[in-house]
């Protein structure tokens, strides 16, 4: 009996535009393959007020003291190690505010550990040791019902948490589990089930969008620069170097003075820079303000 393709998940379904790739030319199988990557952003279009919803309410539950978790099995999972990781260089925030768990552990970050997807309970474990009711914890899964990523954001709900998923297929286990559903509808894969294609591209767009804007909301990006960028080799000292320049409106020898004086932390140097402070003075600020730097300067101004 044949199966009908409304009992088969989005993301699992075959595509009909793709039904012949395995006969076509090189060349003809990667413009396919960018024709089907051209529809991803459109369906992300399409998810923006639930995306917005979401940073506002991260962004909250961050100002409250709470810190933001991923969860996610497989490429999904990965797909939030990763966004968790570049926060503290991207930004300057501590580890502890952007985190990630993946089923598996550590070696499902560069090996399949598929086996370990189908345990609610280990889900709910992941996360009980730590996390609170004043965090936020966003489950990722293309397909909607992955066991291990319901059963987090299931124990989280109960908490009182902020749940959100990131998913691919409506009305999924997740997208009902979660205070917010953000379900950006990309279709079939190219190839049927490979959820690291179009799913996977579509889950990295959103995770780009909650990390970036709610750092922006807390004021870690002043204009569009990293000014909490860690100077840690030579690319990143003349990016501080050029965002002090245009921040402060230094000269190339100024710009290298005060950060060497700084000690090569670009936030105290744009403080120290902008407020006419010393050192200690800008510290002191940035410490107040929790590592805002608009907020420290403007505070300096005051006294």
């Keep these: 009996m044949p199966i009908s ?18 006969s076509l030319s090189t060349a003809d199988i990667v413009r396919l393959m960018n024709d089907e990557d051209a529809r991803v952003a459109a369906a992300v279009r399409d998810v923006l007020p639930s995306v917005a919803r979401a940073v506002d309410e991260i962004v909250k539950r961050i100002q409250g003291g709470g810190r933001l978790y991923y969860i996610g099995t497989g490429t999904s999972g990965r797909l939030g190690v990763l966004d968790a990781s570049e926060c503290p260089p991207t930004f300057g925030v501590s580890p502890d505010m952007v985190q990630a768990v993946i089923a598996g552990g550590y070696d499902a970050c560069y090996r399949a550990v598929e086996a370990s997807e189908d345990d609610a309970a280990a889900g709910a474990r992941a996360i009980e040791r730590g996390f609170t009711k004043a965090d936020a914890l966003v489950g990722i899964a293309a397909s909607g019902r992955t066991p291990y990523t319901v059963g987090a954001v299931k124990y989280a709900r109960g908490l009182g948490a902020l749940t959100i998923a990131i998913t691919c297929v409506p009305d999924s286990a997740i997208a009902q589990a979660v205070e917010i559903p953000v379900v950006p509808l990309v279709g079939p894969e190219v190839i049927a089930g490979s959820t690291r294609l179009k799913a996977g591209t579509a889950q990295k767009l959103v ?8 750092m922006i909301k807390l004021g870690y990006v002043t204009g569009n620069r990293m000014s909490n960028v860690q100077t840690r080799n030579l690319k990143l000292r003349e990016r501080a170097i050029r965002i002090l320049k245009s921040e402060a409106g230094l000269d190339e020898e100024q710009a290298q003075l005060i950060l060497d004086e700084a000690a090569g932390v670009l936030p105290l140097a744009l403080v120290m820079s902008k407020s006419g402070r010393s050192k200690e003075e800008a510290q002191s600020a940035l410490v107040e303000s929790e590592g805002i730097i608009s907020i420290a300067i ?3 101004k005051l006294r």
Excluded: F, H, W
């Design 5 to 22: 393709p409304e009992s088969i998940p989005l993301t699992e379904q075959e595509n009909p535009r793709t039904e012949q790739i395995g």
């Design 207 to 214: 995770l780009n969008m909650l990390s970036t804007a709610t």
């Design 298 to 300: 403007d505070s300096l």
